[in-house]
């Protein structure tokens, strides 16, 4: 059973923040059965947003990729390099980070990374179905994003993968910051 557990990173960035949602997160959360081993809440710095989102060769290889099928669905080919590309998503996401205080936290439970994204929902938040967060607490577009040059306002963000979440969990939160503790109901889940 242990193979299965796994922590993950989730973060309520400051709109959903600002808009007093970080109790009904953690609640749906609970509700799942996942176990919360570290919160905080912080002011990213630059610093923290520039690790947080590395423009490392895969991240600019995916991104421009994306960004490409997306603006290509619209009838439009882009003339910026995959780096052009990439480097101005990663800036918009980087100032988005930082334009106020988000809430930072560690789950831990049984396929907790694959729970976390399905909870969050779709990064587009017109694909996220309602009983998402993301499903029921945004109507942000990348329609709506690419005409105001900025990142969709999505709430929340999820690690992808084991890889990203051990990253984030100690990007994020010091070892001594994460608690380990028993969760009786575990044994009634499992």
């Known amino acids: 059973m242990e193979e299965f557990l796994e922590k993950t990173f989730i973060a309520v960035k400051h ?7 970080v109790g009904e997160i953690i609640k749906r959360f609970e509700q799942r059965g996942l176990r919360l081993c570290a919160i905080k809440m912080i002011l990213p710095d630059e610093e923290l947003a520039k690790k947080h989102y590395p423009l490392t060769e895969k991240w600019i290889k995916n991104n421009a990729s994306n960004t490409r099928k997306a603006w290509a669905k619209k009838g439009i080919a882009l003339d910026k390099t995959d780096e052009e590309l990439a480097s101005q998503v990663n800036s918009w996401l980087k100032g ?15 396929h907790a990374i694959e729970i976390g994204r399905k909870l969050v929902g779709a990064a587009n938040t017109k694909e996220a179905p309602p009983g998402t967060i993301r499903g029921d607490f945004t109507v942000d577009s990348y329609e709506i994003a690419d005409k105001k040059q900025r990142p969709v306002r999505n709430i929340i963000h999820a690690s992808g993968n ?10 994020w939160f010091k070892p001594e910051e994460i608690q380990e503790w028993t969760k009786k109901e575990w044994d009634i889940m499992h």
């Open 15 to 21: 709109d959903g923040v600002q808009r007093g949602l």
């Open 96 to 110: 988005y980070l930082m334009e106020g205080p988000v809430v930072a936290m560690v789950w831990e439970g049984m």
């Open 162 to 171: 084991i890889e990203e979440s051990n990253n984030e969990v100690h990007l």
